[in-house]
């Protein structure tokens, strides 16, 4: 079974309905592809440090890609899917905008479920992206949560 991996990192929105059918074009036997899972991310307004106007993100040019391509060919190898697909949006972002798509086909929904939150644990620890956030009271850095790091490392033990 060959190996198709969407990664795109960009300013402009993405379109969900294209890359989900995309996930289902994903590979010679189109017709063995029997489940999608994808996960939608969203600039969220209330956050830690308050109500956030603004998100930025910035990341590390090529290097991004080349780190979100080796976590989408790990989950090939961890889990039997067809195709893999993940879109992260880099600028300028306001509450309830879309910031990331990850999508995974696979012949069956655990499989499909399993790489799609393996992805989503990988790109939150280890994509080179840094986030300020803006809010009436100032800017900060964000940091990445413990909690994100632990749901990475479970994945060891599986």
Not at 24 to 46: H, L, P, Y
Not at 52 to 67: A, G, I, N, R
Not at 70 to 91: L, M, P, S, W, Y
Request: hydrophobic share 35%; glycine share 6%.
């Amino acid at each position: 079974m060959g190996q198709h991996i969407l990664v795109k990192v960009q300013e402009k929105n993405f379109d969900v309905k294209t890359l989900i059918e995309n996930l289902t074009k994903s590979s010679e036997q189109e017709n063995e592809i029997g489940a999608i899972a994808t996960f939608i991310g969203r600039v969220r307004r209330n956050q830690e440090a308050g109500l956030v106007d603004e998100l930025f993100l910035e990341h590390y040019p090529v290097m991004t890609e080349k780190k979100i391509e080796k976590i989408a060919h790990d989950a090939f190898e961890k889990f039997q899917i067809n195709g893999c697909t993940v879109v992260h949006r880099i600028g300028n972002l306001t509450p309830g905008e879309l910031i990331v798509f990850v999508g995974v086909s696979s012949r069956h929904r655990k499989e499909a479920f399993e790489a799609c939150s393996y992805v989503m644990d990988f790109l939150k620890t280890e994509a080179p992206f840094w986030k300020k956030e803006t809010s009436a009271g100032g800017e900060r850095w964000v940091k990445t949560r413990e909690e994100d790091y632990i749901a990475r490392d479970k994945w060891s033990e599986k």
